[in-house]
């Protein structure tokens, strides 16, 4: 409870903004935001009054502030992003970058695609700056879905003529020969990821059409040998299961007007040899060039379950690691 000798009342103005977006399902968001700080958070006419030690306050009104403008564009969010967005108030003007940061359009029911967490927003900048982003993270984190999101954009834009999304087909040890089906039906499992984020952004009938006319291909890593891919965006995803040879091979393709995402979990390397993958050994030949930028991701930007987050760090834990998104000494 606040000291009430040193206890003060900010009003933040709420109107414009839907009382229950704001205060959320019996006011969970506001409770969530005052058990975070230690205050007592309460919206009483069009006002957001945060009441509680001065420090305290200080802290949550950015973070009340940006949960205001999220309310009145219309942006649902939960009790698990009011306790991101506090989290983000812990870095100087973490909140202001991702008020800031603005969203990705999209043509699907989902219409926008906002980052939702202070490492999102670094990550989605990155890629509208530079024609190489290495998203290097744990699960959870978003770096396949903005990733895509950003292809989608750049498409339906007309920045560039087509997206190409490629996975590596090695995952947990599975050999695709054991698989049952024909080739297309044996990688399909591999694929449904990609698939399934560019389902949850394009409508039905224009993505069929798109992935006819072949302006979204999605398709083993294997099949980029040989290619030229100009006037593409182009996303890696699970990039810690290629080989290095693979990886050298995917960033050779890129043609004019290209820009390529590399995503990738080291703590999920499948390889035989974990000094095999690509992702490891980009890391350390890639630094420095100019147009390729490394964004590292922590269990702070996990947007998935709650637990998920709890969960990363629990095995960081047990392995003795540090945040598995750390760059390398």
């Known amino acids: 409870m606040p000291d009430t ?8 103005p709420a109107d414009g ?3 229950l977006a704001l205060g959320g399902v019996n006011d969970a968001n506001l ?3 005052g058990k975070r700080a230690g205050l ?3 919206l009483r006419d069009d006002h957001l009054l945060l009441s509680g030690e001065l420090k ?14 999220m309310a009145r564009n219309g942006v649902p969010f939960g009790t698990d992003d009011v306790a991101r967005y506090f989290d983000a108030s812990v870095t100087e003007n973490g909140v202001r970058r991702l008020a800031e940061a603005g969203t990705v359009a999209v043509p699907g029911p989902r219409r926008t695609v906002r980052p939702k967490s202070e490492g999102q927003a670094g990550y989605l900048s990155a890629i509208e700056e530079n024609d190489v982003v290495v998203g290097i993270g744990p699960a959870g984190t978003g770096k396949t879905y903005l990733a895509v999101a ?34 297309q039906e044996k990688i399909d499992p591999y694929l449904r990821p990609l698939y399934d984020a560019l389902e949850d952004m394009i409508p039905p009938d224009r993505l069929r059409r798109a992935m006819e006319s072949r302006s979204i291909e999605i398709a083993p890593l294997a099949y980029m040998r040989g290619r030229t891919l100009a006037d593409a965006f182009v996303i890696l995803d699970e990039a810690q299961n290629a080989t290095r040879a693979q990886m050298k091979m995917f960033l050779t393709r890129m043609g004019l007007n290209s ?3 590399i995503t990738g979990d080291k703590t999920q390397i499948d390889l035989p040899r974990r000094e095999d993958s690509g992702l490891v050994e980009v890391e350390q030949v890639l630094k420095g060039i100019e147009g390729i930028a490394f964004v590292y991701m922590s269990g702070q930007d996990v947007v998935r379950h709650r637990l998920v987050k709890d969960i ?7 392995r003795g690691e540090g945040t598995e998104g750390a760059p390398p000494q």
């Open 31 to 33: 409770l969530e935001l």
């Open 259 to 261: 820009k390529a995402v």
């Open 17 to 19: 903004a839907d009382p």
């Open 5 to 12: 000798n040193n206890a003060v009342q900010h009003r933040i």
């Open 312 to 318: 990363i760090q629990a095995y960081d834990a047990a």
């Open 40 to 42: 007592r958070v309460v």
């Open 150 to 183: 950003m292809a989608v954009d750049a498409l339906f834009k007309k920045r560039v003529k087509r997206i190409i999304l490629a996975r590596p087909a090695v995952e947990a040890g599975e050999n695709l020969g054991f698989l049952p089906g024909d080739l």
């Open 56 to 69: 305290d306050v200080e802290r949550a009104v950015p973070v009340a502030q940006h949960m205001v403008q």
